[in-house]
């Protein structure tokens, strides 16, 4: 019996990692092409569309994030290209946003950008009126929004966000007080702190890009 027990165990438990799977990539391509932006709502479309309705099955948002990365990679060859494009644009972004400190985060940084994503940089400064101010200095047209972050375990904050389009782009400006420079807010994919990138990071990163690309390019058949 204890045999017979372990056996069925096993079995259910590779059942609920394959249902995990499939819920990961299917949630993927709904949010891949779909325009879904919401892990966990897209999570919930998956599962119903499935028919897994039991909680054991549903993906974490990382899962969701590597599988949407892959399809991505796979299917839509084009967002190589878009999130290329929104790298080097974040870079001359923040070259000029340098006396704000800017980091890259968001999809972007990430590498799960598409076509339709903006460029999201944390801005940060004691002034609230520094980072407006410096926009309307350069004549740069702004939107103003607030967005709600969980700055740690405990502190919720409501900060100012400026949105502006560039380069036929869309940047989304987070401006954050200085000593958010010490940690990131915590990420709603998975309640960590956020990646983020310093302008000298994201050139090594397209570096990398460049490099693995040339790689790839030489490997490639003739």
Sequence with gaps: MPHDR???HLHALTRTRERRHRLA???AR???????RDYHQAKLKAAERLGIFDDASLPRNREIEDALREYQRLFQRENVTALRRRREAALRAMEFFNPFQPRLVGPVL???ADTRSPVALHLFSDDPDAAPRFLEQHGIPAETRSRRLRLDRERIADVPVWLFSAEDLTFDLTV???DGLRQAPLSSTDEKPMKRASATQLRQLLVQEEILGYEADND???
């Design 25 to 27: 990539h299917e949630a």
């Design 176 to 178: 954050l007080p200085l």
């Design 6 to 8: 372990q056996h069925a």
């Design 110 to 112: 990430e590498g799960t």
């Design 220 to 222: 490639a058949p003739r």
């Design 30 to 36: 709904l949010m891949a092409e779909g325009g879904i």
